[in-house]
């Protein structure tokens, strides 16, 4: 079984200060990870995905993830945010040796970058 | 590259009508999903094609919802007879060299469907 939990459903930031968005994972196997931002009356679009290797992926619009084994997670983040970050980002998994091909998405979080 | 499209954009309708959403794939993908979006349930798998083969269908809510894949370009996902509790943003999504494969989905913009 594979799931993945986004604990929150909201996050407020500050234009230019550091954002980070949390997601943790749970597999019988190896995970593929996946970060997707929503906008406003848009489908998701694909971030960034962790696959092996390098523990810290780099992805779209200056967005990096960090894989942390022990931990079980995979949070977002961002070394200074922009207003137009504000979003909706889904956390994704995929468990590559436990025989399921279709990823699980968590709730969403919401990012709200205030001026 | 053109992206997953999706049709109609919008769509209201009243009760107990037939409602039909379709979807166009990247070309070249082989794996196409459908989810449907709410506020209250999130984002939902409804289902799975593989090869134009429909390989996991445990989302589809009842009888109601069909879906279809005739070739590699398109599917349909029908509503028959529609209800209000049917409302939500469908999306389908595409990708490639599934199933032994770390790509990522590619959504379309969804189709808003209002049952009145």
């Known amino acids: 079984a594979q799931s993945v939990a986004q604990p929150e459903d909201q996050v407020n930031v500050a234009e230019g200060n550091p954002l980070t968005v949390k997601c943790t994972y749970s597999?019988?196997?190896?995970?593929?990870l996946f970060w997707y931002v929503q906008y406003p009356n848009r489908g998701l679009q694909f971030l960034l995905k962790y696959i092996t290797g390098d523990n810290l992926v780099k992805g779209s619009y200056g967005f990096e993830a960090e894989f942390n084994k022990s931990q079980t997670s995979f949070h977002l983040k961002k070394p200074s945010a922009l207003v137009s970050d504000s979003a909706l980002y889904f956390c994704?998994?995929?468990?590559?040796?436990?025989?399921?091909?279709?990823?699980?998405f968590g709730r969403g979080t919401s990012l709200i970058v205030h001026p | 590259d053109a992206g997953v499209i999706q049709s109609p954009r919008h769509e209201v309708t009243e009760m107990g009508q037939e409602v039909t959403l379709r979807c166009k794939p990247i070309s070249g993908h082989n794996s196409l999903f459908w989810y449907r979006q709410t506020m209250m349930r999130g984002l939902e798998l409804l289902i799975y094609f593989n090869n134009n083969v429909p390989i996991d269908d445990s989302g589809m809510p009842e009888d109601r919802f069909s879906a279809k894949m005739p070739n590699a370009s398109f599917s349909t996902l029908k509503i028959q007879p529609s209800e209000p509790r049917d409302s939500a943003v469908y999306f389908c999504a595409s990708s490639g060299r599934q199933p032994d494969s770390n790509q990522p989905q590619h959504f379309g913009d969804g189709t808003r469907l209002s049952i009145l």
């Open positions: 597999v019988s196997g190896n995970p593929y």
């Open positions: 994704a998994v995929r468990d590559r040796t436990g025989g399921s091909y279709i990823p699980t």
